[in-house]
């Protein structure tokens, strides 16, 4: 799974790619997941995650949200069961007694060991714009920049006669220019990020 499909970049750039699964856009929507999630901080695909902890305080806020399942707690080499903590989907996890928050028993380092199932199972509406947005114009401008004229310092037009109309073609820095997240698409990853938790 990705952040967006193949189809959703067809769309935005009103073509169909000749293979059923087109290489060229798998990476670029490879690509366009990577500055998506460099700016959220995080990966944001459901996947499975280890995460180890001091054992500060009862609660700790795993990394990888929505936190879909808990597959094991182990502290200092000993297995929790189910009843012996309390966690939520925006990553809290609490070890409990009878539902009360409890120490962890142990003051070792890093001896809380959390596996679990994070990220989105279902990508967000917004995720896959942005996606497919980011790879549509990666395709756009790798297109346009393959159309250059060898050479092309940037003029392509002057208009004469008391005009002073200049065109500009397109040149390898505007291209690029096109890749990446807009200030808009930076606002709705922003959305993402994992807050500092205060505990």
């Known amino acids: 799974m990705a952040l967006c499909t193949q189809t959703q970049v067809e769309q935005r750039l009103?073509?169909?790619f000749t293979d059923d699964t087109d290489p060229v856009a798998a990476e670029l929507i490879a690509a366009a997941q990577g500055h998506i999630e460099r700016a959220a901080g995080r990966p944001l695909e459901a996947?499975?995650?280890t995460e180890t902890f001091d054992p500060l305080i009862a609660t700790v806020w795993l990394t990888h949200t929505p936190v879909n399942s808990i597959t094991s707690v182990t502290v200092d080499g000993?297995?929790?069961t189910s009843a012996d903590y309390t966690w939520t989907e925006n990553g809290r996890l609490t070890r409990t007694t009878s539902s009360t928050p409890r120490n962890w028993g142990t003051r070792k380092q890093q001896s809380v060991?959390?596996?679990?199932?994070?990220?989105?199972t279902t990508v967000p509406y917004d995720l896959q714009?942005?996606?497919a947005?980011?790879?549509a114009r990666a395709f756009a401008a790798g297109a346009a920049y393959a159309s250059l004229p060898a050479g092309s310092?940037?003029?392509k037009q002057i208009m004469l006669a008391g005009s002073d109309s200049v065109t500009y073609q397109d040149t390898t820095a505007t291209m690029?220019?096109?890749v990446g997240l807009t200030d808009i698409e930076l606002d709705v990853v922003a959305y993402y990020r994992n807050p500092d938790v205060m505990t």
């Open 14 to 16: 009103h073509i169909n």
């Open 47 to 49: 996947a499975a995650h």
């Open 78 to 80: 000993t297995a929790l």
């Open 113 to 120: 060991v959390i596996v679990y199932n994070g990220g989105y």
């Open 129 to 131: 714009d942005v996606c």
């Open 133 to 135: 947005n980011v790879a």
């Open 153 to 155: 310092e940037g003029i």
């Open 176 to 178: 690029t220019a096109a």
